[in-house]
């Protein structure tokens, strides 16, 4: 490549660096008086159903005052490293302090806590109500009516981290196979086996629909390996409060309950079989306006 192609491959990429950083010099404002970027895009964890939800409500919410908000799926581990580089605005699913320890590790400095919004969720191993144990110091010696193994869900995901290191050595579980593929994957074996009336053992938490929709409970933890009672945190990236300093407002307020939760998940995931979520949610809003007018206020 010559001289000449050079100097203009690099006049051209400075063009591109004074477009994108004029691009974001003149982000638009919500308007009416709100000076947020009107731009927010919200990161949700992929197979984390309380998290689709109150992400789904949120952008309702948002859109109706004025922003344009965009939901990006993706695992765990990016949504922290997108968060940290401000590839995503906002997250609304961080479980504290045990479940997301690890990211907030390595990326809290760089991320901002923008509100406890729940103080009722916990990491689980469930199993069918009909089970014949009732704890996991129980399950190595009855490994064999569940199939001998565990169905758990992403392999990234804390719950999972917290099976593989803390669980399965402490109850001595080696023997018994871990699998791990996917939120939806797990729901499908757990499904299949309500309707087989077989046993089986899932890692799960609360909250999650799935305690409405099948007879399950959950095994004791008598030596705390899945960690106590969490937090669920909406955490924005650094300079989340001076680009969307009404929203940060907003959200330092949002608390939702697990009667609320589950019943937006309900109407959701369970009353209804699709991945159109907005006429859902904005009929769950009209049935609890009260509570949806009080997030803003």
């Excluded at 994108?20 to 008086?33: D, I, M, Q, W």
């Excluded at 409500?57 to 939901?71: F, P, Q």
């Excluded at 309500?194 to 799935?210: D, Q």
């Excluded at 937006?264 to 859902?280: C, S």
Aim: aromatic letters at 10%.
């Amino acid at each position: 490549m010559n001289h000449r192609s050079l100097s203009i491959i690099a006049l051209g990429a400075a063009g591109l660096l004074a477009l994108t950083g004029c691009a974001a010099a003149e982000a638009k404002p919500v308007g009416n008086g709100n000076s947020d970027n009107k731009d927010l895009t919200i990161a949700v964890f992929n197979g984390w159903d309380e998290g689709v939800a109150a992400s789904e409500l949120w952008k309702a919410i948002l859109d109706d005052k004025g922003y344009n908000v965009k939901l990006e799926y993706a695992d765990v581990a990016p949504v922290y490293a997108g968060l940290s580089t401000g590839d995503y605005d906002l997250n609304l699913d961080v479980w504290l302090p045990n479940t997301h320890a690890s990211y907030l590790k390595e990326y809290g400095d760089k991320i901002t806590d923008l509100a406890a919004w729940n103080t009722e969720a916990k990491n689980t191993i469930a199993v069918n109500a009909d089970a014949p144990i009732n704890s996991i110091a129980e399950l190595a010696a009855n490994a064999d009516l569940f199939g001998n193994k565990i169905v758990g869900i992403e392999p990234g995901a804390g719950l999972t981290e917290a099976v593989t290191n803390k669980t399965i050595p402490t109850y001595g579980l080696e023997k018994m196979d871990y699998q791990t593929s996917s939120t939806a994957a797990m729901l499908t074996e757990l499904t299949a086996a309500a309707k087989s009336g077989e046993n089986i053992a899932v890692t799960l938490w609360e909250p999650h629909w799935a305690y409405g929709s099948f007879d399950l409970k959950n095994l004791e933890d008598p030596e705390g390996t899945l960690g106590a009672v969490e937090t669920i945190h909406a955490y924005g990236k650094k300079d989340f409060g001076t680009d969307f300093p009404q929203a940060a407002k907003w959200l330092a307020g949002y608390k939702m309950d697990l009667d609320q939760l589950y019943s937006l998940e309900t109407a959701m995931f369970v009353d209804y079989d699709g991945q159109d979520y907005g006429p859902i949610v904005t009929k769950w809003i009209a049935d609890n306006q009260d509570y949806v007018d009080s997030l803003t206020k």
